[in-house]
């Protein structure tokens, strides 16, 4: 078998045991076959309730979120032909974190369950019409990634108005917490809001693989090779929307994953980006599951939080990775 099968049985595998692993860790120290006793059979009164209404949602949320956010960043960085190049660079993320903000400060999320989530969703939406009218469909990358700037710094500066004009302090301490990316006290509701967006999402950007990879030689030479660049640019931001929206609505903000994972993955998959966006989909999903079960063994009297530990551990990964590249490249 070729490296890149070895590669994508691997990571299938890691993510296998990570989503098991993430079923029976928990606050309550429970065996293991007791536990998944009580999420396939279904009859042990409070434990199955525990295994099947809190952490298999959450489990599920960790794959789809993960995914979403490894794939958006390998798509994102095969596209600007950029290793820096991350999801949130298109504002989508700042604004539905500005939506899911304007909702907590107004009070809808107490009167509407979901009204979270599906207001991250609508700033989402918003910034993929404002992206449109402002980068135009036959802009260039530069352009992209210019109105993606302006876009986000826009979505974080309101927020950050929110935050100064706040009456409410307990809404200021939610809004807080939420940005800060969790994953904890989810349900199947969050599972089903999310995954349509993210079957979407997918839909549209695995198919771009031949397209990027026909982009590392330029836009006139893709062209020249039968790429319809507008279509694939369509389809990529309409993926990278739907699928970073979705994460953000449910999960809030967890930063470094689109951006570390494709570094990681890079070379085992012969730097071609085609290769790399089904790859860092399941490393992401390996990522986030990774952090969300060291949230609750690292503090479990605390509630640590999941984009706080991707940050801590992320970031420095990432400068390694910048400087382990300058070093071979000098």
Not at 159 to 188: H, K, Q
Not at 279 to 286: E, K, T, V
Request: proline content about 5%.
């Amino acid at each position: 078998m070729t490296r890149y099968l070895w590669l994508m049985i691997g990571l299938s595998i890691l993510v296998a045991l990570l989503f098991v692993a993430s079923l029976l860790v928990g606050p309550a120290k429970i065996p293991p076959l007791i536990s998944l006793s009580a999420l396939i059979g279904g009859d042990a009164g409070p434990l199955t309730l525990v295994m099947r209404e809190i952490r298999l949602p959450r489990a599920l949320l960790g794959i789809m979120v993960g995914a979403s956010l490894g794939l958006c960043g390998a798509a994102m960085q095969g596209y600007l032909r950029n290793p820096l190049a991350e999801p949130g660079l298109i504002g989508v993320s700042g604004s539905a974190a500005l939506g899911a903000v304007i909702a907590i400060q107004t009070g809808l999320t107490a009167a509407f369950a979901l009204a979270l989530p599906l207001a991250a969703l609508a700033g989402a939406a918003t910034s993929v019409a404002l992206l449109f009218v402002l980068a135009g469909p036959r802009g260039g990358s530069l352009t992209l990634i210019l109105a993606g700037i302006a876009i986000s710094a826009l979505a974080g500066a309101f927020t950050a108005l929110v935050l100064n004009l706040s009456p409410n302090p307990f809404a200021t301490t939610e809004i807080v917490f939420w940005m800060m990316g969790s994953l904890a006290d989810r349900s199947f509701l969050h599972v089903a809001l999310a995954l349509p967006f993210i079957v979407l999402g997918m839909a549209l950007l695995l198919p771009l693989a031949r397209g990027l990879d026909t982009l590392t030689l330029g836009e006139d030479a893709a062209a020249a090779l039968g790429t319809h660049l507008l279509r694939l640019r369509l389809m990529l931001i309409s993926g990278v929307a739907a699928m970073v929206g979705a994460a953000t609505a449910v999960a809030g903000t967890v930063g470094f994953v689109g951006l570390v994972v494709p570094h990681l993955l890079r070379r085992a998959v012969g730097a071609q980006p085609g290769k790399l966006l089904a790859a860092s989909a399941l490393g992401g999903a390996a990522m986030v599951l990774a952090a969300d079960i060291a949230v609750r063994l690292i503090l479990p009297g605390r509630d640590l939080k999941l984009g706080v530990l991707t940050a801590i551990v992320g970031a420095p990964l990432f400068l390694h990775l910048v400087y382990r590249t300058r070093r071979d490249q000098g």
